[in-house]
């Protein structure tokens, strides 16, 4: 059963450096979204993706974030400029039906 | 009020008993109600997804109350393999919206 896949399982970096966290989700997805998890915390919503656009975000993706499909497989999500506080589990997901379907997570570290 | 409330436990319970968990929701726009089991460090997977008549999928059964604004889980016969922390997830349209969890742990 294909599964969505994300790279890399564990990403560290410098406080105020870019990262690119990576995703492929399974073919049949139309709807794509990002979700974090500090560690502890339950896990929020970021981002909703469709049509090569963003659908929905919430208050916590800000101009620091952004999402795009640059080639119609991967999906990434790119923060300009890291914060301590960004370390957390980022998860994609996409959605079949009304249901969503989560890769195995990105953990970033931020020092 | 929280958007999605759980009892965070921890629950628990010897092999083979019966675990029942509560949920509320406080947006009554809510039009899709899952919950999803999360084990330590990975991502949430898909257990169920609740529908307004009541689901059962083998040991689990779910069920809706949308006049409460309530949904719960139950778990028959539980197995060691069930311990994880269990998520009530609610879509109220478009983005889901995460409880905190509620912590299983099926003792040998």
């Known amino acids: 059963e294909p599964e969505v896949t994300q790279t890399p399982s564990h990403q560290v970096t410098q406080m105020g450096q870019e990262v690119i966290l990576r995703c492929v989700p399974i073919?049949?997805?139309?709807?794509f979204y990002w979700y974090r998890q500090i560690l502890g915390q339950k896990v929020e919503f970021l981002v909703s993706?469709?049509?090569?656009?963003?659908?929905?975000k919430s208050e916590i993706f800000d101009d620091q974030f952004s999402v795009e499909r640059p080639d119609g497989s991967n999906f990434t999500l790119k923060i300009r400029s890291t914060k301590l506080e960004d370390s957390a589990m980022y998860f994609c997901?996409?959605?079949?039906?009304?249901?969503?379907?989560f890769g195995p997570g990105t953990r970033l570290t931020v020092l | 009020r929280k958007e999605v409330e759980q009892d965070p436990g921890p629950f628990n319970v010897p092999e083979g008993a019966t675990v029942a968990f509560n949920c509320t929701y406080s947006n009554s726009a809510s039009q899709s109600f899952f919950w999803y089991r999360q084990d330590c460090r990975k991502e949430p997977k898909l257990l169920m997804s609740?529908?307004?008549s009541g689901n059962e999928d083998g040991r689990f059964t779910a069920q809706l109350n949308r006049a409460s604004q309530y949904i719960s889980l139950l778990i028959r016969d539980s197995k060691l393999s069930d311990s994880a922390t269990y998520l009530c997830v609610v879509n109220p349209p478009g983005q889901l919206t995460f409880g905190s969890g509620t912590q299983l742990t099926v003792l040998p």
């Open positions: 609740v529908y307004s």
């Open positions: 997901a996409g959605r079949t039906g009304n249901e969503q379907f």
């Open positions: 073919s049949n997805h139309l709807y």
């Open positions: 993706f469709y049509n090569n656009e963003i659908s929905e």
